[in-house]
Nanobody, 127 residues
Framework: VQLQASGGGMAQAGGSLRLSCAAS????????MGWYRQAPEKERELVAT???????NYADSVKGRFTISRDNAKRTVYLQMNSLKPEDTAYYYC??????????????????????WGQGTQVTVSS
C-alpha cells in the first residue's frame, strides 16, 4: 500500500496549487484522509481532513482558501489551495487514518493500517 502525493511546487502569493494523493495497492477501503503540513522548525499541523462520506474539517488558517475533496473510485484525495500566502510554505503530507487492504492472492485476509502516511510534497509560496 502506498500514498503518493503530487502537485507541489512554487507559487506566488495569491496564486493557486492543487495537491493530489493517490492510494495504490490491493486496497479494500479507506476511512478518513487528510493533509498535514510541516514548515521548517515547526510542528506538523493539520490542514484539512475528509471522511469517506465527504465531511470536511479545516484548520482555521486555511478556511475559505483551501478545499479538500476526494474521489473514492480513484482512491485519491485532493487539496485545492487558493489565495496562497507565504506562510503556507511547508512540506505537505497525505494521511489516511485507516486503510483496509487485501493480503495474499484472492484476498484471503484483510489487514488494517492505522494512521498511514504518504511521502510529502513541497509547497513554496513567494511574496
Amino acid at each position: 500500500v502506498q500514498l503518493q502525493a503530487s502537485g507541489g511546487g512554487m507559487a506566488q502569493a495569491g496564486g493557486s496549487l492543487r495537491l493530489s494523493c493517490a492510494a495504490s495497492g490491493s486496497i479494500f477501503s479507506i476511512n478518513a484522509m487528510g493533509w498535514y503540513r510541516q514548515a521548517p522548525e515547526k510542528e506538523r499541523e493539520l490542514v484539512a481532513t475528509i471522511t469517506g462520506g465527504g465531511s470536511t474539517n479545516y484548520a482555521d488558517s486555511v478556511k475559505g482558501r483551501f478545499t479538500i475533496s476526494r474521489d473514492n473510485a480513484k482512491r485519491t484525495v485532493y487539496l485545492q489551495m487558493n489565495s496562497l500566502k507565504p506562510e503556507d510554505t511547508a512540506y505537505y503530507y497525505c494521511n489516511a487514518d485507516q486503510i483496509k487492504y487485501c493480503s495474499g492472492s484472492g484476498c484471503p485476509l484483510i489487514k488494517t493500517l492505522n494512521d498511514y502516511w504518504g511521502q510529502g510534497t513541497q509547497v513554496t509560496v513567494s511574496s
